[in-house]
């Protein structure tokens, strides 16, 4: 600046200063001065997605959603997934183990037993009982504990896994850290017995953050004999001795017993959907999951990240195990119940994995790699068929004859990750990878009905590359075309390897499933109005199933284990929602959404006899409905919210052969369509949150699936409409 410059600046400011004393003498002291109020309003959004990085990990040009269930109406109280996954196209919702307990959803046309096509995590820990032998989650969470949902469909598979359905994450909450201590009680109450309290602490003290929850419901249940008894603990340590390095301890637990109704005949449920075919029936899946993890910035442009995780535990059941049609009464010459089979699997499944997350430039472009390597060492023990009591409580002790089946499926496994991402423009970027996996399973044991000379196929062996390829392309600010390729693949499981009886075979030559998903979609904001929508293909191959074959060693046709062919599901997923202020303190939105599956088989046949096989080609696969829908609409007022959820299953078959004519067991036939309507209402003032749910308004009696084996052969029964009133309290 100038002489010049600098004279004109001083000038002008005594200038300005000179006006302003000789309109008001200087104060002594400052004086007050009155603001006008500013009002700063924000819409809660409950439904985001991850960001292109995201720790060690790579998520862009995959389809990912992220539910913050802080800003949900949703009964998380039971765990209501059509309500908590409304806004996720294509949630298959399977109701099987009574309201609360766990979640058993699916994407895509999978099977939604437990989320076994899912790889599911907690705080990124996986939770899978054991993922070779059975993937089912029997972990489960008090939903009053997490944060937000993260959900990845299958194409981000080759860094966390390779399941079909995708990556299921729940996020604990964070404690507060601006506290050294700080309190949340969330308590409700509802129809049936309904009775939940979750209790959680947390803060920081100095370099150490801590959270810690204990959680207790129980319920009658909709039907008789469904009472559910659930308790859960869960305590979390992070010490950061830097802002580049956090260490992290965590133990999780869940139980519940659950006692099951039983399966009902459609004649049953046609007369009475809320009564009860067993009384002396209970289920209880005990688990724990500790872990240690660590995450380390390196450099600004370098991080690593390890853990090291087990689940260990035990999925307990003693069961009057018949089909529907078979009654479970005293016999009048004993004058006892006949005796109940006692199975127990006990899980020790170990798992370590290292990430490394590398951003670069290269050739002037921005890049980045996420590469990792994990490795699992399992070993489930199966004790089944033992021969229990036959009393009417819960009581897994066995005779002296021992367990039926007394078999242990160890498996190791090691697979490495590689995924680069490359910025090709300012608009494009283009990530392809790749996962190895090699691995084995080896089964050891006895069954007492099976003959030593009978071989069983004791040794399953993996090994192969598995391919991907993910873009993104920026159309817009706010508008982005994704899309990918990624090879998947499902693990043949301890029940497709063991007979169930002597006339029972398991080919030797058992496959794992492989295939592929595939997808395009385009998502986006304009103004008041999201979207994303997305078309779809996967390929499944190597399906399981049921053949009929003459064994010439007993005479006799057998039911024989083996691949039986390939399906295919085409599908589309859309998601738009609306939003706008109605005025100074009213806001309106609605959304759909809304999917559409075309899933068939390709070939092959399966068994329709003890002596016939016929084609299932071009037949749908069962317990996909062609349409899932759901459409809601949502009312705030300060802090006052009200939503109103429509939920439409279309019709699903229950077996390949696509019967619709229901057998006299309730176990095969047409599952109907239903349509649900529920009442969110949640009303938030400062530290208060008070929530009161209208679940199945109508008092639709409808039922999800019929399942052929756990918990038993028949109709399962939905809940019809129940109210659930929650407080919730953080000091």
Known sequence: ?????????????????????????????????????????????????????????????????????????????????????????????????????????????????????????????????????????????????????????????????????????????????????????????????????????????????????????????????????????????????????????????????????????????????????????????????????????????????????????????????????????????????????????????????????QEYRLWGKEATLAAGVQYMNNDLHRRQQGKGSSGTDYDLSIDASGWGRNLHLRSKNIAVSVENKWQISRHLSLSPGIRVEYGHSDLTGTTAYYDDDRELPNTIKRSFPLLGLNGEYLLAERQTLYGGFSQAYRPVIFKDIIPGTVYEKVSKDLKDAQGFNAELGWRGQAGKLRWDASAFVLQYNNRLGNLAQYDSDIDTFVLYRTNIGHSRTYGIELFVEYGAPLGDEWYASIFTSTSYFHARYLGDSIRINSRENQSIRDKKVEAVPDWISRNGLNLRYKGLSVSLLYSYTAQTFSDPLNTVEASSTGAIGLVPAYGLLDINTTYRIRNFTLRFNINNLTNRQYFTKRPTFYPGPGIWPSDGRSVVFTVGVRI
């Open 1 to 357: 600046m100038t002489y010049f410059n600098k004279s004109i600046l001083l000038l002008c400011l005594w200038g300005i200063n000179h006006a302003i004393q000789a309109q008001s003498p200087l104060p002594d002291t400052l004086q007050p001065i009155r603001l006008k109020e500013v009002s700063v309003r924000t819409q809660r959004q409950n439904l985001e997605r991850l960001p292109a990085i995201q720790n060690t990990y790579l998520w862009s040009g995959k389809k990912s959603e992220v539910i913050q269930l802080e800003n949900t109406d949703a009964n998380i109280a039971e765990k209501t997934p059509r309500q908590i996954f409304a806004k996720i196209p294509g949630v298959f919702v399977y109701d099987m183990d009574g309201s609360g307990n766990q979640v058993n959803i699916s994407t895509r046309g999978l099977d939604p037993h437990r989320g076994w096509e899912f790889n599911i995590r907690a705080n990124g820990i996986m939770t899978n009982s054991d993922i070779y032998g059975y993937p089912a989650s029997h972990f489960t969470l008090p939903m009053e504990a997490i944060g937000r949902i993260e959900l990845v469909r299958g194409t981000g598979a080759l860094q966390y896994g390779a399941q079909f359905g995708g990556m299921l994450n729940y996020v604990l909450k964070n404690p507060d850290t601006t506290r050294a201590i700080s309190l949340e009680s969330v308590n409700s109450v509802g129809s049936y017995g309904l009775l939940s309290t979750y209790q959680a602490v947390g803060g920081k003290l100095g370099k150490l953050q801590y959270y810690a929850y204990y959680s207790k419901r129980v319920s009658d249940g909709y039907r008789s004999n469904s009472r559910s008894d659930f308790d859960g603990q869960g305590i979390s340590l992070k010490y950061m001795p830097n802002n580049r390095l956090s260490l992290k301890a965590e133990l999780l637990r869940s139980i519940y017993v659950y006692q099951l109704p039983g399966p009902l005949t459609d004649a049953q449920f046609e007369a009475d959907p809320r009564q009860s075919t067993r009384a002396r029936n209970f289920y209880s899946p005990e688990i724990y999951v500790p872990s240690i993890s660590a995450s380390w910035q390196i450099a600004p442009r370098t991080r690593l990240s390890w853990t090291a995780s087990a689940i260990l535990g035990e999925r307990r059941s003693v069961m009057f195990d018949r089909t529907a049609n078979v009654v479970d009464a005293i016999n009048p010459q004993t004058l006892t119940y006949a005796g109940r089979q006692v199975d127990i699997d006990g899980f020790n499944s170990y798992n370590t994995e290292l990430r490394l997350l």
